[in-house]
């Protein structure tokens, strides 16, 4: 029992419900039938810290220093007509703390998320549910969709995830001889979306759902992501800018501009709403090296990199680039690779044109896609009250980097201020009851950046970024759950650096993430200090 001592010494308490897991309980776990469409096809026992070796084509881990758990994989059909199956696996640690945690998936990507069921859910002693969406294929394959594969879409849409959770209590409960007391979700980028679809169509599914960088408006998202490529495609057109000029061009003189507006020199913005960065003062003078410098052409490249996407007919579209990112925006959407998941979003889900191309989207293929919402991905309903009304009472936290690459922070600012609107016009109900956003200053797509970006979610631990402690002061994941069993409500989340984010090199410094609207201030000390910051 001596994980259940520690979990609960670092604030993950452990629940009414808990139950005992064994290596002769997995080897006979045989239940049969199962609903939801679900057939069992293996069942293994890992001891604790032995090795654990599993990979598919999107996910894998290889690590000997886990708890004992059972692995128990699924078959599901989705639908019986066509003949559509998913893949599921459930982790079942031996000592389960009596909760149940899904974990999403990235991108187009088709693979059950093995890496954080056993970097996130079985080391905190989830039990852990993950599926591969009704496909294989890695983050940026789509030919799997299509053409005309519409069962593939819907099952990677919402419907393959929708069916493994079901499927997944309910091992659960007859593994343990008891279901779990709460069930949770934790998911970033197409996991965001996910855990933002269950939130509005399935609200019964989970108590709480943590998202971080929801891919949420897939048909906007998609389109803005191809816009990007265009403002500086193809590499000979004159828009184009370098990877070192972005560098080291770019980046230094974005700091020189705005790094210390909020108080402090430290290579991050901490609102990059406040600096109004002018790429004018880059211009090229008569006789300067060109890679020193910028031509109008990239200069008109770079304002409508750093702007909203509206459509001629002024449809918003989606967010813009924000300081602070731009030594990973040539690796994002606007260097010389072409992003793949917008183009074979495009040409397998919406126009089913295997030979589409980035110059072929316009406007009349962004309202089709509209028309279409492929396999009813979209998750941008506002209207929340099903699932954070007294009848549910579910709670949900979501963040995003500042400085990511992928989606724009404009469009998790988007998506909570529309629900905070239909809140207020249509409920008696306050946002902060049941939804909070956190902005990460410096933070890339879901982890990585220079930033106070170890905080507990998904691609961090597995990125060598693990939580300085699994307490709700520092663990998002362990701040839901306080909220949903406890109902403190986290104002902050205390995220740490590493030193060239890796945990081996040591803690570098340590930031609060504050919670939306408010952002973060530093009030005089050591700069490496959360003691030394406020949010305000």
């Not at 019986?80 to 009596?98: K, M, Q, R, Y």
Request: hydrophobic residues 35%; charged residues 15%.
């Amino acid at each position: 029992m001596a994980l259940y001592t520690s979990l609960a010494l670092l604030g993950l308490a452990i629940g009414a419900g808990a139950r005992v897991g064994s290596r002769e309980a997995c080897a006979s776990f045989a239940p049969r039938p199962l609903a939801h469409g679900a057939a069992l096809t293996g069942v293994t026992h890992y001891a604790a810290q032995s090795p654990v070796n599993i990979s598919n084509v999107y996910s894998s881990i290889d690590v000997s220093n886990l708890p004992a758990f059972c692995r128990v994989e699924l078959v599901i059909t989705t639908n019986a007509t066509a003949g559509s199956t998913a893949l599921t696996e459930v982790w079942l640690p031996d000592d389960w703390n009596g909760r149940v945690l899904t974990v999403g998936n990235g991108g187009l990507a088709g693979g059950v998320t093995v890496t954080e069921l056993g970097h996130v859910a079985v080391p905190q002693g989830f039990a852990g549910i993950s599926t591969n969406t009704g496909h294989d294929g890695t983050t940026d394959d789509g030919d799997w969709a299509g053409p005309h594969n519409d069962n593939a879409i819907v099952d990677w849409g919402w419907r393959a995830l929708h069916l493994s959770v079901l499927a997944g209590k309910e091992i659960v409960e007859r593994y343990y001889g008891t279901s779990a007391n709460t069930s949770y979700y934790l998911g970033c980028s197409t996991g965001g979306r996910q855990g933002l679809k269950e939130v509005q169509d399935f609200p019964d599914d989970f108590d709480g759902v943590v998202v971080g960088s929801p891919a949420n408006w897939q048909t906007h998202l998609q389109a803005w992501s191809i816009h990007m490529n265009l403002n500086t495609q193809p590499s000979t057109s004159p828009n184009f800018i370098t990877e070192d000029m972005w560098n080291n061009v770019l980046a230094p003189e974005v700091m020189r501009q705005c790094d210390a507006l909020d108080g402090l020199t430290d290579g991050i913005i901490n609102d990059p709403r406040m600096c109004s960065f002018r790429p004018e003062t880059l211009t090229c003078r008569p006789g300067q090296n060109a890679s020193t410098c910028l031509t109008a052409s990239q200069i008109n490249a770079l304002h409508r990199i750093y702007a909203d996407y509206y459509e001629a007919d002024q449809t918003y579209v989606f967010g813009g680039y924000y300081p602070g990112g731009e030594t990973e925006y040539y690796k994002g959407l606007v260097g010389k690779k072409q992003f793949d998941i917008g183009k074979n979003y495009f040409g397998f889900m919406v126009l089913n044109d295997t030979d589409f191309k980035i110059h072929d989207y316009d406007a009349k293929v962004l309202a089709k896609a509209d028309k279409i919402n492929p396999g009813q991905a979209n998750a941008i309903n506002t209207n929340l009250t099903a699932f954070a009304g007294p009848s549910h009472n579910g709670k949900l936290l979501q963040y995003v980097g500042w400085a990511d690459q992928l989606i724009s922070p404009g469009n998790s600012i988007h998506y909570y201020e529309t629900v905070h609107q239909f809140t207020l016009a249509n409920t008696t109900m306050d946002i902060d009851d049941y939804y909070r956003l956190f902005l990460v200053p410096g933070m890339n797509h879901c982890h990585g950046g220079f930033a106070a970006n170890a905080f507990g979610s998904v691609e961090q631990a597995s990125n060598n970024n693990p939580p300085i402690s699994f307490d709700p002061e520092h663990n998002i994941l362990a701040a839901m759950v306080r909220w949903v069993e406890e109902g403190v409500a986290p104002d902050t989340i205390l995220a740490a650096n590493y030193k060239d984010n890796d945990a081996a090199n040591g803690v570098s410094f340590t930031r609060p993430l504050c919670r939306y609207p408010s952002t973060i201030r530093y009030r005089g000390g050591d700069p490496n200090s959360a003691d030394s910051f406020e949010c305000a």
